[in-house]
């Protein structure tokens, strides 16, 4: 959709997703190496920062410009 209505950010999006997943395999080797370790202050910060800036705004900017474009949901 992003490419089919022109969204200007697109690759920015899709960097951000991709920074995610590096995040997300980074802290799954972590796990795997100490199971029981202390990670979970980690993952707390990296799910907030996750929800606070790329969910609250980011996707937010997109899904108002694809519904300005006249996408339904
Ligand atoms: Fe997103």
Redesign the pocket.
């Known amino acids: 959709m992003f490419a089919e209505y022109g969204y200007a950010d697109s690759e920015e999006?899709k960097r951000?997703?991709n920074e995610l997943i590096a995040q997300v395999v980074e802290l799954k080797e972590k796990f795997m190496v100490n199971p029981q370790g202390t990670i979970s202050a980690d993952l707390m910060l990296f799910l907030k920062r996750w929800l606070t800036n790329?969910i609250m705004r980011?996707?937010k900017e997109y899904s108002e410009f694809l519904i300005s474009k006249g996408v339904k949901y």
């Open positions: 999006h951000q997703h790329h980011t996707d």
